[in-house]
Every structure is written in C-alpha cells, then in structure tokens.
C-alpha cells in the first residue's frame, strides 16, 4: 500500500471528480458530514473553511494505492476500516472527509477528500505532509500484513538490473569511454571539444539532443551497441550545460605564472574581434619569455586534421557546447597598474620637493 497527501484549492472540483460515474466504485465513509452528493459536500465544507480567510489551500487530496494481490483479501468492510485509521492517523479526527473507492484503473485505489480547515478553525499542518502520508500506509501495510511499496520498488528495481545485464554492461563500457576521453581534453577548449567529439564518434557513441515542444534543447542522450542512455545516467558531467562547462579553459593556471611581459597596448588593439573565441584578445598578446611551443604545435597539428572531421559532427550538435572566454584582461590590468604606479612616484617626488 502507498500513500500520498497534497494541499489543494479546488475542492469543488476534487470531489466532483471522485465521485465521477465511471470511476466511482464503492462510497466508503463520509466523516462529519451530513450530506452525500458532491455539490452539497462542498457547501457543507465551505462553511466550515469560510471562518478562515487567510488560508488558500482549504482542502486536502489524498491517494491510497492498493497492491494487485491485495485486492482480492480487502473486501468494501475492510477498506472502510483502511480509510478511517488512514485519516485517524493522518490527524483527521476533527475535520471533515469523505473517502472513496477507485475502479478506472488496472489497480484500485482510494481517494480521501478532506477540509483543511477542522471543525475548531484550526489549519491543518501539511509541513511534509506527502512524506507523512507514505510514513502512516507504510505503518497500516505492516499492521494488516499488505505490501508494503518501498520494497516492492526496491525489488523492482534489483530485477531490473538482474534482467537486463547487457544494457547494465553497455552502460559501464559507454561510461568508461566518455569520463577517459573527458579527462584527457577537459579544459581544453575548442580543439579539445572537436577531438572529444571525434573520438566519440570513433568508438560508435552517438549524442543527440532532446529538444521538448517549444524546440528548447533540455538534455543529451547517448547511444551505443543500440542502447541509448540517458546524460544522468552516464554520469553528472555528461548533462548539457555540465558538458559545456568541461571544456571552458581557466584563467587560474596562467595567473599564477610570474613570467608574462605584457606588450604595447596598440597590438592589443589589433586583435580581430571574433563571435567565437576561447581566448580573449588581451590573453593573445601575452608573451612568455623562452617559451617554447611544445604543447601548442602537436595541438594545432592535429587539430587541423581532426577539426575539419568534427565540424560535421558541430553541426549536427549545433550549440551543444559553446566555451566561453573568462578571467580578466591581464594586459589591460598590468597597463594601468604600471600607469598607476608611475604617477603615485611623481606625486612623491613632489612632496619631496
């Protein structure tokens, strides 16, 4: 059995619902009322909730799940029983209710429509109110020996893995494949997103982009051995705004470097304006002395050839990560800082004299 609990403001239509022809089954207790109709339910109720003008939420709506194999070992007398300890325990007892019994779907079910407001104008708490309402059907399942649905869903969820191993095992080789490839071009920026994308594409992975009704892009998808995975359950740096912010180079590194000599700002200037650059103008005109291209001859090589195969995959990814340039402009900094400088000396000078 599992119970949920939630604060509503349509009780009209809550119990116009409830008790609709079609999914109405059998009426089980009608508790401080006197009336048994919907509409007369609701007026018998709203006098009672009117003594309260504050409240909004005047009603609550309750939900009783019964287990396909406990239907059978409940008859209308023992679900009557059911829904008064339910609202017993829920702290009812002085308010209004009506319960209910559900037939529309392939489990049966009971639905407990209840004034917030008690005959004494009190509010009922619904400070986690769903959380207590699963708490009190746990308790009721155990006591009348039903089942109970945490264990059935963590059986469910054990069988699950159990059978289907191969998807579990496509899972973990999918898993392997993307955070190696992750930790080697993180941070990379553009050349390294291409080469990840390419080698992807190399091992047989796939991404593609769930887009929802307004053409939004919400989330990746990846697809092996025709398997296809979630981002969540690959892992949390695989999401599509997580991904993006893997490969955003850092500033941090290149800060804490001592050997930088900062050029004329005339060639800072000169620096085309680009839409899409990783590296800010200001970075690009900063030189290392006995600097030696080690690192960023091999990349640019092999970007050359690589980049070109990964531009059809950026187009079918289209903005699926865009790096963006941050930190600050170092040159301009260390310009004005030295302009700064030099005119403090003169003002002490100055004084001097």
């Known amino acids: 059995m599992i119970g949920k609990c939630k604060a509503i403001a349509h009780g009209s239509t809550a119990l116009d619902y409830i008790f609709m022809e079609g999914k109405l089954g059998s009426r089980l207790a009608f508790h401080n009322l006197c009336s048994r109709e919907p509409k007369a339910i609701y007026e018998e109720m709203k006098v009672v909730s009117d003594y309260n003008t504050r409240c909004r939420n005047k009603f609550l709506r309750i939900e ?12 209308v007398s023992e679900l009557m029983g059911i829904a008064h300890l339910f609202a017993r325990q829920m702290g009812l007892g002085n308010h ?15 639905h407990i429509i209840a004034n917030r407001i008690s005959l004494y104008g009190e509010v009922y708490d619904t400070t986690f109110v769903s959380n207590r309402a699963a708490r009190v059907a746990e308790e009721i399942s155990r006591e009348k020996g039903l089942t109970i649905a945490r264990e059935i869903k963590a059986e469910r969820k ?21 955070y190696a490839l992750l930790d080697k071009y993180k941070g990379t920026g553009i050349t390294g997103h291409s080469m990840f994308l390419y080698e992807l594409n190399k091992n047989n992975i796939a991404i593609e982009r769930m887009k929802n009704k307004q053409g939004n ?7 092996y051995c025709g398997q296809t995975f979630k981002a969540s359950e ?3 740096e695989f999401g599509y705004h997580s991904l993006q912010k893997n490969f955003e180079t850092t500033n941090k590194e290149e800060s804490r470097k001592p050997h930088l000599t900062v ?23 900063i030189s290392r ?5 080690r690192m960023q001859n091999p990349i640019s090589t092999v970007a050359d050839t690589i980049v070109s195969a990964a531009d059809e995959l950026m187009e079918g990814l289209g ?18 800082r030295k302009l700064r400088n030099q005119a403090n000396r003169k003002k002490k000078r100055g004084r001097g004299l």
């Open 234 to 236: 690959i892992g949390r």
């Open 217 to 223: 892009v919400y989330g990746l998808k990846f697809s």
């Open 96 to 110: 209004q209710w009506v319960a209910v019994t559900h037939k529309d779907t392939d489990n049966m079910h009971i």
């Open 289 to 293: 002395d006995n600097d030696t291209p």
């Open 263 to 285: 050029q004329e700002p005339t060639e800072r200037k000169e620096q085309p304006d680009t839409g899409y650059q990783l590296v800010p103008p200001s970075r690009s005109s």
């Open 64 to 75: 009783i799940g019964i287990a396909p194999q406990d239907e059978k070992r409940l008859p």
């Open 158 to 178: 054990h069988q699950k893995a159990k059978t289907n191993p191969t998807r579990e095992q496509t899972k973990q080789q999918v898993q392997k494949i993307c």
């Open 319 to 336: 903005d699926l990560i865009t790096p963006t340039a941050q930190g600050d402009d170092y040159a301009e900094t260390a310009w004005q």
